[in-house]
Nanobody, 123 residues
Framework: VQLQASGGGLVQAGGSLRLSCTAS????????MGWFRQAPGKEREFIAS????????YYADSVKGRFTVSRDNAKNTMYLQMNSLKPEDTAVYYC?????????????????WGQGTLVTVSS
């Protein structure tokens, strides 16, 4: 499966953005999907994940209550709605896909990755 992340940009602190991740080349609902991010000078970290049908979602503590992950299998697209953005949310955001269940926070268990989209939050 090929993944394309989009929707990043520059936003002021307190603002909102919605990221999209569009999949092609394979049956989208075969995959558990995840969002990760990498801030400048830091390691890539788990942000959120959503199961095949969207019935279960998981979040990092740092974004819980502010970010919402969702998916539309008919459109082969996953979303990340980001509200109440903070300067520390500045990072390149990546989407990823995995076939098998397990610890969705472990990025090494994701088989496919998108190219990333930059989110910059100004103070």
């Amino acid at each position: 499966v090929q993944l394309q992340a989009s929707g990043g940009g520059l936003v002021q602190a307190g603002g909102s953005l919605r990221l999209s991740c569009t999949a092609s080349g394979s049956t989208f609902n075969n995959y558990i999907m995840g969002w990760f991010r990498q801030a400048p000078g830091k390691e890539r970290e788990f942000i959120a994940s959503i199961t095949w049908g969207g019935t279960s979602t998981y979040y990092a503590d740092s974004v819980k209550g502010r970010f919402t992950v969702s998916r539309d299998n008919a459109k082969n697209t996953m979303y990340l709605q980001m509200n109440s953005l903070k300067p520390e949310d500045t990072a390149v955001y990546y989407c990823a896909a995995r076939v098998v269940p397990g610890n969705v926070r472990i990025q090494g268990e994701y088989h496919y990755w998108g190219q990333g989209t930059l989110v910059t939050v100004s103070s």
